[in-house]
Nanobody
Framework: QVHLVESGGGLVQTGGSLRLSCTGS????????IGWFRQAPGKEREGVIC??????????DSEDSVKGRFSISRDDARNTVYLQMDNLKPEDTGVYYC????????????????????WGQGTQVTVSS
């Protein structure tokens, strides 16, 4: 089973950038669809962006509010998936989680939490206005 650890969160001003890392151990992340999710205070966790396994050519999908600002990429040599966040807004504040969906035979990545079986512990992102 893959084990995921997020890092890179912190405090940033509006308009700033952060890069989050999701590092895997126990299995190669390239075998999984990897998603980033976030949970703002008092709100339900929501999908942000995901990248498909190499089976599906690293296709990506993202939630509308982050299109053009967030991007996702893999570094297979480091067994890490990155979330690059640019032009950050206060509404991007929350705990960010990465998760792994092993069902790559059946589907490219989808931002549907129920298919993600392994989750990291989360990293806090705070965007000040």
């Amino acid at each position: 089973q893959v084990h995921l650890v997020e890092s890179g969160g912190g405090l940033v001003q509006t308009g700033g950038s952060l890069r989050l890392s999701c590092t895997g151990s126990g299995s190669a992340l390239e075998r999984y669809n990897i998603g980033w999710f976030r949970q703002a205070p008092g709100k339900e966790r929501e999908g942000v962006i995901c990248i498909s396994s190499d089976t599906h050519g690293d296709d990506t999908d993202s939630e509308d509010s982050v299109k053009g600002r967030f991007s996702i990429s893999r570094d297979d040599a480091r067994n890490t998936v990155y979330l690059q966040m640019d032009n950050l807004k206060p509404e991007d504040t929350g705990v960010y989680y990465c998760a792994a969906d092993p069902g790559t035979i059946y589907r490219p990545c989808v931002l549907y939490q129920a298919v993600f079986e392994r989750w990291g512990q989360g990293t806090q992102v705070t965007v000040s206005s």
